[in-house]
């Protein structure tokens, strides 16, 4: 493998350096996608040249999971992906799995573990499978260029030409793997999209994904003060009755952080992806416990057990300062004897379904994933590649399927990368 002059992870070459070269496969994107379909190409024999627009590849790969990668997902199956063609990610999926990709960390020596709900991480750090990447890289005779900027993109049927600060290069396959538009500090770009509308193909519309919600300025007010407070809870999306959107969006079961902003926690950035502007979400506070059973223990009992505020009982159960703000929003705390059957009824309600329609999320600058893209209906699922267009494929995360949180986009990204590297 050459990675601009062997130089280590593909520091830049000067703009100019490249020739003019004929490859078999050009792929644009030196992410979990990129470098993996090239991976397998490579080993099939073909010529496959990475272009990376940053310094260095895997950047994404570096900071996810907090430096320690989740690398995939053991339960993984297509009801954990969001697409409007729900079926389209069965057959890659099928065909790469991550007992295949646990088989490769494995052959590397790399440690890893189960976190929770299969998600498997490396004990060590990210640099870990980047490093593997690029030795496998290596193996499969995959040359990677870094700063190497595409300026523009030319062809039809097999016969492409790729322009950059490095000289021209043309391939009678071209692999697009350059993600979304999350985590634009990292040099995140509409590039992918570009080239598809390029070539007359449809995008769904892109949104930011697994993101913190932001709140209406009266509730952000009351929670500001309970910021860093996290909460294990039961959270779901009710749809709009007009949307015409399925209806049957999860519900998952894992902490809430209260925030500066608004909410996040990993239950919050999962409904994110489902979640549309207008909708409520709902959040069962105590996913274990039954609050109009915990009261009516209260309320034959003498002494003071039977005196005891809501406020006080809810604590036993919520973080006090949580208690006590959310009494503050909804139910002002008093004995739990003077309440009447309806505003019991209100209490549980607010404590089981506590209904909160977001102002918005945080967007594309801490969003983890991009949900939309170019749309499924335009590429084989067999492949990846445009229907209309031979030779030009489109993998990862610039597509129109986008996982869960916990691994699933990484296996996604091998995935349909090993789906294109296959036939390119």
Request: glycine content about 12%; hydrophobic content about 40%; overall charge positive.
């Amino acid at each position: 493998m050459t990675v601009n002059n062997a130089l280590p992870y593909g520091r830049a070459t000067a703009p100019g350096s490249a020739q003019k070269q004929e490859w078999d496969v050009i792929i644009i994107g030196g992410g979990a996608a990129g470098l993996f379909s090239g991976i397998v190409a490579g080993k099939r024999g073909r010529k496959v040249l990475v272009i990376e627009h940053a310094e260095r590849v895997g950047k994404k790969i570096g900071i996810s999971g907090g430096g320690r990668c989740n690398f995939t997902n053991t339960g993984t199956g297509p009801d954990n992906f969001i697409s409007a063609n729900p079926h389209f990610c069965k057959s890659a999926l099928a065909r790469y799995t991550p007992a295949d990709f646990i088989a490769l960390v494995e052959k590397h020596g790399i440690a890893y573990h189960q976190k929770k709900l299969g998600q498997l991480f490396c004990d060590g750090s990210s640099q870990q499978i980047i490093d593997m990447l690029l030795r496998e890289c290596q193996d499969a005779g995959v040359e990677i260029r870094c700063g190497c900027e595409v300026a523009e993109v030319r062809g039809s049927a097999r016969a492409f030409t790729i322009q950059t600060n490095q000289g021209s290069f043309q391939s009678s396959s071209l692999v697009i793997a350059t993600g979304g538009l999350s985590i634009a500090p990292l040099g995140a770009t509409d590039f992918g999209y570009r080239v598809a509308r390029q070539f007359g193909l449809r995008i769904e519309e892109t949104r930011a994904g697994l993101v913190p919600l932001t709140l209406p300025p009266r509730v952000q007010k009351q929670l500001t003060k309970l910021s860093g407070i996290s909460i294990d809870a039961l959270v779901g999306r009710q749809s709009l009755a007009s949307s015409g959107r399925a209806r049957n969006a999860p519900v998952f079961r894992e902490n809430i952080l209260i925030t500066h902003r608004g909410l996040s926690g990993p239950a919050i950035l999962q409904i994110s992806t489902y979640w549309r502007p207008g909708e409520s979400i709902s959040i069962n506070l105590l996913p274990e416990a039954n609050v109009m059973e915990i009261i009516s223990s209260k309320l034959p009992e003498s002494g003071a057990e039977a005196e005891i505020e809501l406020v006080t009982l809810l604590s036993r159960y919520l973080p006090r300062r949580f208690a006590q703000a959310w009494c503050e929003l909804y139910h002002p705390s008093r004995p739990v004897k003077q309440y009447n059957s309806v505003e019991l009824q209100e209490i549980a309600a607010h404590i089981h379904n506590l209904q909160l329609t977001p102002s918005g999320t945080e967007g594309f600058r801490k969003a983890e994933v991009t949900a939309g893209g170019v749309s499924t209906a335009e590429l084989s699922s067999q492949t990846m590649e445009a229907k209309r267009v031979p030779g030009l494929y489109f993998i990862g995360e610039v597509v129109d399927v986008t996982g869960q949180l916990g691994g699933y986009n990484f296996q996604w990204a091998w995935a349909s990368g090993y789906a294109a590297g296959q036939v390119v």
